[in-house]
């Protein structure tokens, strides 16, 4: 089920453009950018559930999703004809994320103990209704009690060391809970098996507990400076602390009560790519995560930037995206994850990116301002 569009002004949010002043937009690959729309348009065409639910997409941006499916010549046009860019005027803010690829075992072995775990029976997403506790926090899960009672569910630190989740079975194991964690950072997983086989992990849900950023605590405790952090680092500054029970990288990780479950996943759909909160494929450089509190899924997004994209030297990254994620930690009108790939290359980059970014969203028009 969709959520309600928010409430805010967009005259206090959007500026309305035209595409002429949008530097770059005639030289990007808007082929390639119509190709990852079509994929978001099949979701709303269908009204499939979607695996995140998001702002409930506009009977415009339906249209323009029958349109794209009803194939197009010109996909350049396509967008100038069924969408009008508006720029968003908060300063804009991108990070990146992409699929870890990793060694991984079916049964627990000596180097690889640490489970995947599946979807519990008794979790319970809360799209329309988020459980409010009298702490003040929001849980957006919780656990069905026999007697149909909705409860916090377990947080982190409760499955990890009390085994407070038992219907929640392990799919895999992995080396420690430095790789799950970063794995349940990320969203989604390939798992390198003995013999070379390959098993591909997608999100099944998480427990409810607001996300908290173990890069941020570790800036403000210390360890690590802004200026250096990196998915390395954070990897390698934690198994330096100990990641094992009660060791000071643990307790760093646990601080982030937020824990997911994935499922495995061998859809042909799956053979294209991680499968982002939509439900569609993602594409490397064409795919974003977005606030679905504010956004709808399909909506494209003209991103502009300078980021080290394809090395170690900043460059200008100017392209055109299609929301088809969320995540936990991107929260806000103007903040957007790119989603640049699988494998550790695509790690490296990913890890380096925390940078300004100007950021228009292309809107659907209405029936009256179309050709």
Same mark, same amino acid.
């Given at each position: 089920?969709? /959520?309600?569009?928010?409430?805010?002004?967009?005259?206090?949010?959007?500026?309305?453009?035209?595409?002429?002043?949008?530097?770059?937009?005639?030289?990007?690959?808007?082929?390639?950018?119509?190709?990852?729309?079509? /994929?978001?348009?099949? %979701?709303?065409?269908?009204?499939?559930?979607?695996?995140?639910?998001?702002?409930?997409?506009?009977?415009?941006?339906? +249209?323009?999703?029958?349109?794209?499916?009803?194939?197009?010549?010109?996909?350049? $046009?396509?967008?100038?004809?069924?969408?009008?860019?508006?720029?968003?005027?908060?300063?804009?803010?991108?990070?990146?994320?992409?699929?870890?690829?990793?060694? +991984?075992?079916?049964?627990?072995?000596?180097?690889?103990?640490?489970?995947?775990?599946? $979807?519990?029976?008794?979790?319970?997403?809360?799209?329309?209704?988020?459980?409010?506790?009298?702490?003040?926090?929001?849980?957006?899960?919780?656990?069905?009690?026999?007697?149909?009672?909705?409860?916090?569910?377990?947080?982190?630190?409760?499955?990890?060391?009390?085994?407070? +989740?038992?219907?929640?079975?392990?799919?895999?194991?992995? $080396?420690?809970?430095?790789?799950?964690?970063?794995?349940?950072?990320?969203?989604? *997983?390939?798992? /390198?098996?003995?013999?070379?086989?390959?098993?591909?992990?997608?999100?099944?849900?998480?427990?409810?507990?607001?996300?908290?950023?173990?890069? /941020?605590?570790?800036?403000?405790?210390?360890?690590?400076?802004?200026?250096?952090?990196?998915?390395?680092?954070?990897?390698?500054?934690?198994?330096?602390?100990?990641?094992?029970?009660?060791?000071?990288?643990?307790?760093?990780?646990?601080?982030?009560?937020?824990?997911?479950?994935?499922? !495995?996943?061998?859809?042909?759909?799956?053979? !294209?790519?991680?499968?982002?909160?939509?439900?569609?494929?993602?594409?490397?450089?064409?795919?974003?995560?977005?606030?679905?509190? %504010?956004?709808?899924?399909?909506?494209?997004?003209? !991103?502009?930037? $300078?980021?080290?994209?394809?090395?170690?030297? *900043?460059?200008?990254?100017?392209?055109?995206?299609?929301?088809?994620?969320?995540?936990?930690?991107? #929260?806000?009108?103007?903040?957007?994850?790119?989603?640049?790939?699988?494998?550790? *290359?695509?790690?490296?980059? +990913?890890?380096?990116?925390?940078?300004?970014?100007?950021? #228009?969203?292309?809107?659907?028009?209405?029936?009256?301002?179309?050709?």
């Amino acid at each position: 089920m969709s /959520r309600n569009a928010p409430q805010f002004s967009a005259s206090d949010l959007l500026q309305k453009i035209e595409f002429e002043k949008i530097d770059g937009f005639a030289a990007d690959d808007l082929a390639a950018a119509f190709d990852a729309f079509r /994929r978001s348009a099949e %979701i709303i065409a269908a009204k499939a559930q979607e695996q995140r639910s998001a702002v409930a997409p506009p009977p415009a941006l339906a +249209a323009a999703a029958r349109a794209a499916l009803g194939g197009v010549d010109h996909p350049g $046009r396509f967008f100038q004809d069924w969408f009008r860019p508006h720029a968003i005027k908060a300063q804009g803010f991108v990070t990146a994320y992409y699929e870890v690829e990793v060694d +991984a075992r079916l049964s627990p072995e000596p180097g690889f103990t640490t489970p995947i775990l599946s $979807r519990p029976r008794d979790l319970v997403t809360l799209n329309e209704s988020p459980l409010s506790l009298p702490s003040g926090e929001t849980l957006t899960s919780a656990r069905r009690q026999a007697d149909g009672a909705l409860v916090p569910y377990p947080d982190r630190r409760a499955i990890e060391e009390e085994g407070a +989740a038992p219907s929640a079975h392990p799919l895999a194991y992995v $080396r420690d809970p430095v790789e799950l964690f970063l794995i349940q950072v990320q969203g989604s *997983a390939r798992l /390198r098996l003995p013999g070379g086989g390959v098993m591909a992990l997608t999100y099944a849900g998480r427990n409810g507990w607001p996300y908290t950023s173990v890069g /941020r605590l570790m800036i403000e405790c210390g360890l690590v400076t802004k200026a250096e952090m990196s998915l390395d680092l954070m990897k390698e500054t934690l198994r330096r602390i100990g990641a094992g029970p009660g060791e000071a990288g643990r307790r760093l990780m646990q601080q982030n009560r937020s824990y997911v479950f994935f499922e !495995i996943d061998t859809s042909e759909r799956r053979g !294209i790519g991680p499968i982002g909160g939509q439900g569609a494929p993602l594409t490397p450089f064409r795919s974003i995560a977005v606030d679905r509190s %504010i956004w709808c899924y399909g909506l494209p997004f003209w !991103i502009a930037a $300078r980021i080290p994209w394809q090395g170690e030297a *900043a460059t200008p990254f100017r392209r055109l995206m299609i929301a088809q994620d969320t995540g936990s930690a991107i #929260i806000g009108p103007a903040r957007a994850d790119l989603f640049f790939g699988a494998g550790e *290359a695509a790690g490296r980059r +990913a890890g380096d990116i925390r940078h300004a970014a100007e950021m #228009i969203v292309l809107l659907p028009k209405d029936v009256g301002d179309r050709p």
